[in-house]
């Protein structure tokens, strides 16, 4: 039972890194379009579209957050240890222990701020404010990008539970799974 939960962890894992790497891609293309419209309209015509800079900034937000995501999965996150001697594996053991007390002392006030406000008011978390603004020229709700905050830190959760079913250091899923 317990092997095959850590398999099912590892396996979600590899599922969200697959999404997280299609996500980038695309928000990395996604962004690099955005500033040749910018540079090319800036230059030659002398008359930017103001979306495209929003789409950039956008872009990059999505981009560098799940991009984050992905230098979790493959350890690329700095580590007190790196292939330890073996009379230190117990100090290693002790390192990927504070190494996820620190991942989650990071990362759950935010993911705990993107719900709930000061006073733990729902109506002044994270999301819900985004939920009510716009994006001043693409006119798409601000939650568009927002969203990405705790999406990235519930991905990350899910790759450092992964961690510790024993999804080895610096595995990279393959595109077929």
Known sequence: MTKTLGRAVIAASDGLDRVARALTVTFLCVLVVAVMIQVVARYAFDSPPAWTEELARYAMIWAGLMGA?????RRFDPAMFQNPHPRLAALAVGAAVMQSLVVLVYL????WHSVYGPGMNFE???????ARMSAST??????V???A???MVVVIL???AARWCGD????????DG
């Open 168 to 175: 080895p250091a610096g595995s990279v899923p393959s595109a």
């Open 138 to 143: 693409l006119d798409v709700p601000t939650l």
């Open 124 to 130: 002044r978390g994270f999301l819900l404010r985004h």
């Open 149 to 151: 905050v705790p999406l």
């Open 69 to 73: 995501t992905m230098s979790f999965k």
């Open 145 to 147: 990008v927002a969203i």
């Open 108 to 111: 759950l006030p935010i993911l």
């Open 158 to 160: 899910v790759h450092l």
